[in-house]
C-alpha cells in the first residue's frame, strides 16, 4: 500500500490520504508539480481523522488542464500521482467532455481504419496493431472531448489490437470498450468490416406485432438447447447446433424444429455477450449462464465453431436469428448491463477509471447487483455505450428486442431512452427486465423497478406476484410454499389479481397501469423448476397429479394477461434434478433433456394447444389497462374455483367471448351457465365440437369456453 494517495475530486479540490505509518500521517504542507516544472502551492482546507490514515482535503487551482500528469508532493518530498477519481462524476466534466458522435471504436474502410477511443483523464494512449504477421505500436492524438485518435492505412480488416492507456500514473493496456468483436477469450479487439455480416440478407417478413401483449416468450441458453447427445445436431451448443434442423429423438422433433412447432413468437436467449467464466478455447470444461460480462457488444466465443476468429462468432449469430425469422419467431437478447465481472480489470475502468461504475456517498463501490459493482447507467458516456450496443445488436444482427437482467440497478430516463432508441430501430420491439428494488446507490424514483412503473410506459417487469401466487414463493426458504394452482385456494382472490395482469385496482392487488408491463412467468432459469418445486410443495401427491398441476400453471400462463414467458423445458416437466441456482452447474443438470421431452410429450403437446388457443382470441391479449377494465370479470366460486370472463360490456350484458374457470382442487366440479359455451381448451388441451350449458371441470384443471 502506496504512504499517499492523491485524488482529483472536484474541480479545485484534491483528497489525499496519508497512512499512519507514514509519520503517523501527519503533513505539514503539500504541493502540485507537473512533468515541465510547474508548481503550484496548495491550501488544506479540512482534516480528518481515519482509523487507518489522515485524510488531508486541498485547495488546488481550477484550471488544470486534463492530458497532463500532476503530482502531489508532501513536505518531505514524498510524491505520488495525483488521480483523477470523483472529478469525473460532475456536471462540469460533463459539459467538458460528453461526446455525442458514433465514431468511436475501430471505423473500417477498405483503404484505412480510424481508431478513436474516449479516454479524456488519460495522459497518452498508444495503439497496438497486429495485422498478419506485421506488428505496429503509434501514438493517439488526443482530440477534442478527450477521444484519442489515430489513422492506420492499408486493409485492416480482421487485424487486432489493444491499446496502451497512461492514466493515474501508470499504464495498462485494454481491448476497446467499442469493438464489434474480439479474439478468443477477449485477448485483443479486432478491426471489423460490418458489411460482411450485413451480406447475409434475411429477407424474412414476420408476422405483424399490434402490441407486446401478442408476444409468447421462451426463454433458453444457446448451450443448453442442444448440450446433450439425444438433441440429435451435429454440433452441440452453439450458435449453428442451435439453427440446426431435422433433428430427433425416438421420432419426435428435438432443437430448433421442436422450437417451430411449439408455435411461439419470441426467443429470448440468454446472455450471449462476451462473458468471463467459460474458456472459448475449451468450453466444455466449465459451464455458465453468462451473467458475468466482459464486454458490452461483442459477442461470446464460446458458442461459435471458431472462437479465434472474430468473424465466426459474429457470422454464426446473425445465421441463427435469420434462420429464427424465417420461421417467424423474433429474437430477444438477455443484456447484463447492470455490472460487470471485475472493476480493475475492464476495459472500462481501465480507459476511465471511476467514470463507469457507480460509488456511494462513503466512495466505496455500489454494490446492489451483489456481484461488487454497478454500472452508473446516469453517466453520458454510460448511456452512450448502451445505446451503441442495442443499435448495433438490432441493425446489424437482425435482434427484436431485449430483457434486462437486474434492470433495478439502472435509472428510469436510461431505460426510456433505450426503449425509444428500440423503437425506432423496429416499431414492435420488446423492452422488459428485472424490475426489482435492488440496493443500488440510487434514489428510490430514479431505480428502473416495478414500483415506478408508471414512469417508464411500454417497458414490461417480471411479475413476482404472478409467479408466487400461482406457484408459491421461490425462495430455498420457501420451496414448500403452495401457491393458488398447487393447491392453496385460499389464494383465489389474489388469483383473480394476477390474471389481470395486476392491472385491476380495488379490490384486486394493483400493479401496472397496462398489462403489457406485467411478464407472467411461473418459472425462469432461476431458482428451482416447477417439476423441482412440486416435490416439496405437493410431496404427497401421485406424479400423475403434479403433471395436472403443471399443465395449469401453463395455462394460466397463457391465458393470463400480459406477457406470458415459458423457460425452456417448463413443457415438458424438466427437473434441474433439485439444484436452485444451477448457474455454473454441468451441462447434465442445465441442459435440456429430450428424453423427458418424449416422455412427458402429452405436456409439451398441450402446451402448444394452449399457445394457439391465445393466439386465436385477442380477449387474452389486452394491450391497456382500459380494455382490462371494461371487457374482464373476475368471481371464486365455491370451493375456491375462480371465473375470469372476457367480453362483457360495460352494461353488464354478454358479447361474445370467454369464460376461463381455474380449478386447483382435488374434485371435480360441474357449472350450468346462461348461453351456450363450446370448450375450446379441455384438461388435455383438446377443444370440443358441441356448445352446452352445462360445463364440467375436472379435478387440477383449467377449462376455456367460447361464448356461442
Known amino acids: 500500500m502506496p504512504l499517499l494517495n492523491a485524488y482529483l475530486d472536484d474541480f479545485g479540490k484534491v483528497s489525499v490520504y496519508v497512512s499512519r505509518r507514514y509519520f503517523s500521517g501527519h503533513a505539514e504542507g503539500f504541493y502540485l508539480s507537473d512533468d515541465v516544472g510547474g508548481t503550484w502551492d496548495c491550501v488544506i482546507r479540512r482534516v480528518e481523522e481515519q482509523e487507518k490514515n489522515i485524510l488531508y482535503e486541498l485547495i488546488i487551482p481550477t484550471d488544470l488542464k486534463f492530458g497532463v500528469q500532476y503530482w502531489i508532493r508532501d513536505s518531505k518530498a514524498q510524491c505520488v500521482p495525483l488521480q483523477s477519481r470523483f472529478i469525473v462524476n460532475t456536471p462540469e466534466f460533463d459539459r467538458l467532455f460528453t461526446y455525442d458522435e458514433n465514431d468511436l471504436g475501430a471505423v473500417y474502410h477498405p483503404e484505412y481504419t480510424v481508431f478513436s477511443l474516449w479516454a479524456p483523464t488519460a495522459v497518452s494512449v498508444t495503439l497496438k496493431v497486429r495485422n498478419g504477421l506485421e506488428s505496429l505500436t503509434q501514438m493517439m492524438e488526443r482530440t477534442d472531448r478527450g477521444v484519442y485518435r489515430t489513422t492506420i492505412y492499408g486493409d485492416m480488416q480482421q487485424a487486432t489490437y489493444v491499446y496502451l492507456v497512461n492514466r493515474n500514473g501508470s499504464s495498462v493496456e485494454s481491448t476497446d470498450p467499442y469493438a464489434l468483436s474480439s479474439t478468443a477469450n477477449n485477448h485483443m479487439s479486432a478491426v471489423i468490416n460490418p458489411r460482411r455480416i450485413a451480406a447475409l440478407r434475411d429477407t424474412s417478413v414476420l408476422p405483424p406485432m399490434k402490441s407486446s401483449a401478442d ?19 451435429k454440433e452441440h451448443g452453439s450458435f449453428n447446433a442451435f439453427h440446426e434442423t431435422g433433428t430427433a429423438w425416438n421420432g419426435e422433433s428435438t432443437g430448433f424444429d421442436y422450437l417451430v412447432k411449439l408455435g411461439i413468437t419470441h426467443v429470448q436467449l440468454q446472455p450471449v455477450l462476451d462473458f468471463a467464466t467459460v474458456d472459448e478455447l475449451q468450453p466444455k470444461r466449465n459451464y455458465n449462464w453468462g451473467y458475468d460480462p466482459v464486454q458490452m457488444i461483442g459477442l461470446d466465443g464460446s458458442f461459435c465453431s471458431a472462437p479465434w476468429d472474430p468473424y465466426c462468432r459474429m457470422m ?9 425469422h424465417q420461421k417467424g419467431i423474433r429474437v430477444n437478447l438477455d443484456l447484463v448491463f447492470n455490472h460487470m465481472y471485475e472493476v480493475e480489470n475492464s476495459a472500462l475502468d481501465k480507459c476511465v477509471p471511476y467514470y463507469y461504475f457507480r460509488y456511494n456517498s462513503s466512495g466505496y463501490l455500489s454494490n446492489g447487483s451483489y456481484c461488487g459493482n454497478d454500472l452508473n447507467s446516469k453517466r453520458p458516456m454510460v448511456r452512450k455505450l448502451m445505446e451503441f450496443s442495442i443499435t448495433l445488436l438490432m441493425r446489424l444482427y437482425g435482434v427484436d428486442g431485449f430483457r434486462f437482467d437486474l434492470m433495478g440497478i439502472l435509472d428510469v430516463d436510461t431505460m426510456n431512452q433505450l426503449r425509444k432508441l428500440a423503437c425506432s430501430c423496429k416499431p414492435d420491439a420488446m423492452i422488459y427486465g428485472e424490475g426489482w428494488d435492488m440496493p443500488t446507490a440510487l434514489d428510490e424514483n430514479e431505480k428502473a423497478k416495478i414500483y415506478n412503473q408508471h414512469a417508464m410506459p411500454g417497458i414490461g417487469h417480471f411479475n413476482d406476484t404472478f409467479r408466487d401466487v ?3 414463493q421461490t425462495g430455498d426458504d420457501q420451496i414448500g410454499a403452495q401457491g393458488y394452482v398447487t393447491g392453496n385456494t385460499n389464494l383465489a382472490f389474489d388469483m383473480c389479481g394476477v390474471l389481470s395482469g395486476n392491472t385491476l385496482g380495488s379490490p384486486y392487488f394493483w400493479r401496472f397501469d397496462d398489462p403489457v408491463q406485467s411478464v407472467n412467468s411461473v418459472e ?3 431458482n428451482s423448476t416447477l417439476w423441482d418445486k412440486m416435490h416439496a410443495c405437493c410431496s404427497e401427491e401421485p406424479r400423475e397429479v403434479r403433471k395436472k398441476r403443471q399443465k395449469m400453471m ?3 400462463t397463457m391465458v393470463a394477461q400480459g406477457i406470458p414467458l ?3 423445458g417448463e413443457e415438458f416437466c424438466g427437473t434441474k434434478q433439485g439444484s436452485t441456482n444451477s448457474y455454473n452447474a454441468s451441462d447434465d443438470i442445465n441442459g435440456m433433456n429430450w428424453q423427458r421431452m418424449v416422455y412427458n410429450l402429452d405436456v409439451a403437446e398441450y402446451t402448444r394447444k394452449c399457445i394457439a388457443v391465445r393466439k386465436k382470441y385477442k380477449g387474452l391479449r389486452f394491450a391497456t389497462g382500459a380494455e382490462v377494465k371494461r371487457y374482464t370479470r373476475f368471481n371464486i366460486a365455491d370451493g375456491g374455483l375462480v371465473n375470469y370472463d372476457i367480453g362483457y360490456e360495460d352494461s353488464g350484458s354478454h358479447s361474445k367471448g370467454l369464460r376461463i374457470i381455474v380449478n386447483p382442487t382435488m374434485q371435480d366440479h360441474s357449472f350450468h351457465f346462461e348461453g351456450n359455451f363450446r370448450v375450446v381448451l379441455d384438461e388435455n388441451g383438446n377443444a370440443r365440437t358441441e356448445s352446452s350449458q352445462e360445463i364440467s371441470i375436472p379435478s387440477c384443471s383449467v377449462i376455456v369456453c367460447s361464448l356461442e
Not at 408476444?215 to 445436431?233: F, M, N, Q
Not at 454464426?316 to 429464427?324: G, M
Request: charged share 25%; net charge negative; glycine share 4%.
Open 215 to 233: 408476444a409468447i416468450v421462451y426463454e433458453v441458453s444457446v448451450r443448453d438447447l442442444t448440450s446433450h447427445e439425444d438433441s440429435g445436431t
Open 316 to 324: 454464426e449469430f446473425r445465421k441463427l436469428v435469420i434462420a429464427l
Open 470 to 472: 400461482v406457484k408459491g
Open 524 to 526: 425462469t432459469h432461476d
Open 554 to 556: 401453463i395455462a394460466c
Open 566 to 568: 415459458l423457460h425452456a
